[in-house]
């Protein structure tokens, strides 16, 4: 809803289709899905497995295809503009799709960890492998698809099995140089046992 934030996007019905929210006589009404509030970005038969944000802009991850949305209201009609982002990276991971620093982190089973970095050109985004340090490992661990993550203090947290491979972006922030390998090498990625979290809830300052 533009900078009002106030809808709700619901997908991963299985096809490239997502609805939101929209306005009743009740006002803005998180229950109301008028009948044409819907969108197809991509290929329809390929699902869109999640949502991040950058800014202002809407995410729309799918499994192998990422797309932006972006809000406009004239005080009479409201318009979601779809655009490209990336044919190459995506996320069959849903659960692993988190906001950090106003960029958009999620797993793909292909590329590992990925990061949608917002650029100086407005309306562009580049998506970015930043998994260098730990996918030689974590590609190999099973049920990836599945693995659960969460934002916590200045940290990103990726629970697969009963590990959590957790990078430290306050130590160390991801950043673009022209050298994608050179900007995965700088992160601090750290790796832990005996965690098996299928969710995790924050309560104030406590995980």
């Not at 906001?99 to 917002?118: A, E, K, R």
């Not at 260098?132 to 916590?152: G, K, P």
């Not at 991801?174 to 700088?186: E, H, I, L, V």
């Amino acid at each position: 809803g533009g900078q009002n934030d106030n809808r709700l996007f619901f997908c991963n019905n299985g096809t490239g289709m997502y609805y939101w929210t929209g306005i009743s006589e009740l006002g803005v009404d998180p229950t109301y899905i008028p009948l044409n509030n819907y969108n197809i970005v991509g290929r329809p038969d390929e699902n869109i497995t999640g949502f991040g944000r950058n800014q202002d802009i809407l995410v729309v991850i799918k499994e192998r295809e990422i797309y932006g949305v972006n809000y406009t209201f004239n005080g009479t009609i409201e318009v979601l503009n779809s655009f490209p982002i990336s044919d190459v990276f995506g996320s069959d991971c849903p659960w692993s799709i988190q906001t950090v620093n106003n960029d958009t982190i999620f797993l793909s089973t292909d590329f590992g960890p990925c990061i949608v970095q917002s650029t100086s050109v407005a309306s562009q985004r580049n998506v970015f492998s930043i998994g260098r340090n730990i996918n030689r490992r974590l590609l190999q661990e099973a049920d990836l698809t599945n693995a659960t993550s969460l934002e916590y203090d200045g940290k990103y947290w990726l629970c697969v099995n009963n590990k959590v491979y957790l990078w430290d972006y306050f130590t160390a922030p991801y950043y673009d140089t022209g050298n994608p390998d050179d900007n995965a090498s700088r992160l601090s990625w750290w790796y832990f046992e005996n965690i098996n979290a299928e969710d995790f809830i924050k309560d104030a300052d406590k995980l």
